[in-house]
């Protein structure tokens, strides 16, 4: 057991915990985040994509000391005052999802990239994504969502 | 809220799965006006329509609707939202019929204590089976509420209209009384006799227009729940232990160490061992610290031996459908093509694991459950714990993804009796190990269809064995005068130990493998007839409604005839799936080094019927042809011995951004229709679709499901 200190979601949080474990058990079991989804365990899926220092990475393969002094931020971050971001207009704009269960990863994986890119071309978007997985199959509308998500906030939008 | 006896305030225009119990709900029932509907959904789901309903007898009342003294209407269902989008649908269905804004109807599913009985969500039975339950619920509602208003206002009911939820006179606008006015106060139950009126197609306001989908804020903010996300005060997660193969049986375990872990507890349970912790990764950690021993498997099957053991075990079976005589057929025949078509496991995969917490409090068990069956998972526990079925209550929150894989959910028997054993709130959320391993999978197939052509290039016997699948999608729409369909085992069960695990209902279960199978031996005929694949479709077809779906698609496709193998990597399939005909065309790039196959675009056709939502429809349609393409060109569960070598997404691989092609989906104008299935139609052909592209390419016939590089390049060999 270690006191680790982070910013979560803009909070400062100072925990004691296993620093062995993953952030991905944290967020969902000690601070009660389940927003953040559990789909595979490895870091082969996607689904618990969330940013750290900007960069996504996979929460169930983060262990909390990779976690200290550093700016978390999870799907639950991710809207401010109740207005959604950019890239979660455009998901319910172009129905980005159907189950629902991978898109916050989808949306923190889109968010992530589009901080290092702001106008990615199509080819790029699906590269970028390529790491995701959707069982659903819905794909083309979350391209579409990402490519309009781009811009929305090359007009200005947050 | 408006007034105490009404239902909780919902956000505008949104669903709500889990905000009210049964208690709150039934108070709640006496003060508005409960529609008492009659029909058995049970017999419903099995594809009863409302024109079965029988006079009300049993006392197995199941309400659907209730519209409380505010005017907000709550549709009370039995299904489950799992992405398929019925959560937006159903509401506008019954929207429609009331008259009423679509934003002020409300939804709860899933909830074994308030949502009447149903068997499952599967089988694209939703809109098509259970819509016109609740339509005829909302229409017969309407009807009561106009003959209330007509009383009220004292004016016959042929003066009464109603507009959004207001019951007004046609002659006086001023003499007006609404939904909520009416039901204030009162407990009125009706039953449905005979058959409620229903709108006609041209007076829909509501059906048929692309209505915005109520899980949308929960599911990009993160707030969308999940069985696993539940997490009740005190709840343990709980990790059990599992054999190492199919058919390994449980020596001895020692739990020591694990026991020794601080804050895990150890339950043995009969057969059921289980390492619980708050936190799941060190319930996870604990559990590896067991020391088990079983004995190994028996079985020496391999994903590779799996052929020829089904065709040596799998039962003789029976002919699913057959009209005149092979014999006489052959006769008639200048040309026999035979061929044999294979087809692998394929898992379900669906991205939520399957997930359950129970709770006991009081004696009675809650359970919440990822399932596509919560009515059946209900009796289930109720068994295994020895418990009268009033004890037992499953509530289904959003499901992440289902496909068929989660009308089973032993998770949710585990999580009861583990909440049971230990007292505290349990919570079961499966790893993707798990989930292979446990998967009840779509089945290995084998098809032998032996078929000849005349003179004339008509079809004049078809002959195809079937063994694995099961006789869905397997229907000959064409016009053969001779044939036969002869099934052996289908997909549910494991007829003389066939399958070495669990198979199951995979979205249009048996569908894909059997129109694999059916449409490339038809594209292999019209080569050997040296006839476009369309053309030669088109001369064995006389269907009205295939043919003008096959005629859509190739409109929008922009097909030109010219027999394959052109070197333009097109193909078509066409499969009727829950009352819905598809015909697809697809466009694909094979590398002929490395026998890759990219596919490039594809258009689907689809007669549905009347359509509900067309945007939700659109979305299943791409769903379904995206999905498909697993199964199609990478997609094949391994194993050996009874161990499932796939365990994670790191071997087994999904249709990932990069496989994914230009889809365009066109939905047939058919107005006289009732609405048909929509979650399943679309995927039945992509299997054919891309086999009959890539022989369109390189003209050479892949007849093995998935079409790996390896198949691809072995095919081109020859």
């Not at chain 2, 039945?684 to 390419?697: E, L, Q, R």
């Amino acid at each position: 057991m270690k006191p680790i200190s982070f910013l979560l979601n803009g909070v400062q949080h100072n925990l004691t915990v296993d620093e062995t474990r993953m952030l991905l058990w944290v967020l969902r079991d000690d601070l009660g985040l389940t927003g953040t989804k559990f789909g595979c365990g490895e870091a082969v899926c996607g689904a618990c994509t969330v940013l750290i220092d900007n960069e996504a990475v996979r929460a169930c393969f983060t262990p909390m000391s990779a976690v200290g002094g550093k700016r978390v931020v999870t799907i639950e971050g991710l809207a401010h005052d109740d207005r959604l971001h950019p890239v979660q207009e455009a998901f319910v704009k172009h129905v980005g999802f159907q189950c629902g269960y991978c898109t916050s990863g989808m949306i923190m994986g889109a968010h992530a990239m589009l901080l290092k890119n702001a106008k990615p071309t199509r080819a790029q978007i699906v590269e970028g994504m390529e790491p995701h997985l959707c069982r659903c199959g819905a794909h083309v509308r979350i391209v579409q969502a990402i490519e309009s998500a781009s811009a929305a906030m090359a007009g200005g939008a947050r | 809220m408006n007034n105490e006896n009404d239902l909780p305030e919902v956000p505008e225009g949104w669903g709500f799965v889990q905000t009210m119990d049964r208690r709150d709900f039934l108070k709640l029932t006496s003060f508005g006006l409960l529609v008492i509907c009659a029909i058995d959904p049970l017999l419903g789901m099995a594809g009863a329509l409302p024109a079965q309903t029988s006079p009300l007898a049993a006392p197995d009342f199941n309400s659907f609707l209730h519209i409380g003294a505010n005017g907000r209407v709550t549709c009370l269902v039995g299904k489950i939202e799992m992405g398929q989008g019925i959560m937006t649908a159903l509401p506008q269905l019954a929207a429609e019929e009331l008259s009423v804004p679509l934003s002020s109807v409300d939804i709860v599913m899933g909830d074994t204590d308030i949502c009447p009985t149903d068997a499952g969500t599967y089988g694209s039975l939703s809109v098509r089976v259970f819509g016109p339950i609740l339509r005829a619920a909302a229409a017969e509602a309407r009807a009561v509420l106009v003959q209330m208003a007509a009383e009220r206002l004292q004016l016959p009911v042929s003066d009464l209209d109603v507009r959004d939820g207001v019951v007004v006179s046609k002659t006086d606008r001023t003499k007006h009384v609404s939904y909520g006015e009416l039901t204030a106060g009162k407990r009125i139950e009706r039953r449905l006799e005979g058959q409620a009126v229903l709108k006609q197609v041209g007076a829909f306001t509501i059906m048929g227009k692309s209505a915005p989908r109520r899980d949308a804020l929960d599911k990009v903010t993160g707030k969308a729940k999940y069985a696993g996300d539940i997490a009740p005060s005190g709840a343990l997660h709980a990790r059990i232990l599992r054999p190492p193969s199919h058919g390994a049986t449980f020596v001895r375990a020692d739990t020591s160490a694990a026991e020794a872990v601080p804050g895990v507890r150890v339950v043995r349970d009969g057969d059921l061992i289980a390492v619980l912790h708050a936190h799941r990764d060190e319930a996870t950690r604990a559990l590896a610290l067991v020391k088990a021993t079983y004995s190994p498997s028996p079985s020496t099957l391999t994903h590779e031996t799996i052929f020829e053991h089904l065709q040596k075990v799998a039962p003789e079976g029976r002919a699913s459908g057959s009209r005149g005589n092979l014999a006489d057929g052959e006769k008639l025949a200048s040309q026999v093509v035979e061929q044999t078509y294979l087809k692998g496991y394929v898992a379900h995969a669906a991205m939520e694991t399957h997930s359950a917490v129970a709770v006991v409090e009081n004696g009675k068990v809650t359970v919440w459950a990822g399932t596509q069956t919560p009515f059946p998972l209900k009796t289930q526990i109720a068994r295994a714990l020895n418990l009268a079925p009033e004890k037992v209550r499953v509530i289904t929150p959003y499901v992440g993804g289902g496909f068929g894989g989660k009308s089973t959910s032993m998770q949710g028997i585990e999580a009861a009796r583990l909440a049971m054993a230990t007292g505290k709130p349990v919570r079961v959320v499966w790893g993707r190990e798990e989930e292979f391993f446990f998967d009840t999978f779509d089945p290995a197939s084998v098809f032998k269809i032996r078929a000849g052509l005349d003179a004339a290039k008509k079809i004049v016997f078809w002959d195809n064995v079937i063994i694995g699948p099961g006789e869905r999608g397997s229907a000959l729409f064409y016009d053969v005068p001779n044939h036969r369909t002869l099934v052996r085992s289908g997909w549910s069960g494991n007829t003389g130990g066939m399958h070495p695990f669990g198979v199951g209902p995979w979205r249009a279960p048996g569908a894909n493998a059997n129109v694999f199978a059916r449409e490339s031996h038809i594209d292999v005929m019209a080569a050997k007839a040296g006839l476009d694949p369309v053309e030669f479709r088109m001369r064995n077809l006389t269907d009205a409604r295939m043919r003008r779906v096959l005629e859509a698609a190739a409109k929008r496709f922009g097909w030109s005839p010219k027999p394959a193998p052109s070197g333009r990597g097109f193909g078509v399939a066409c499969g009727i799936d829950a009352g819905t005909y598809v015909a697809t065309m697809a466009e694909v790039k094979v590398d002929k080094g490395t026998g890759k196959v990219q596919v490039v675009r594809v258009v689907c056709a689809q007669d549905m019927g009347i359509v509900v939502n067309p945007e939700g429809a659109a979305q299943q349609m791409e769903g379904c042809i995206t999905m498909g393409l697993g199964y199609t060109l990478a997609e094949e569960v391994r194993f050996k011995d009874g161990v499932v070598l796939d365990t994670n997404f790191d071997t087994y691989e999904l249709p990932r951004f990069s496989v994914v092609p230009r889809i365009e989906t066109v939905i047939l104008d058919s107005p006289d229709l009732a609405p048909q299935g929509g979650g399943e139609p679309a995927i039945i052909t992509t299997g054919a679709v891309v086999a009959n592209a890539v022989f369109d390419a390189v003209g050479a016939r892949v007849v093995q499901l998935p079409m790996t590089p390896a198949r691809v390049k072995g095919a081109m060999k020859g």
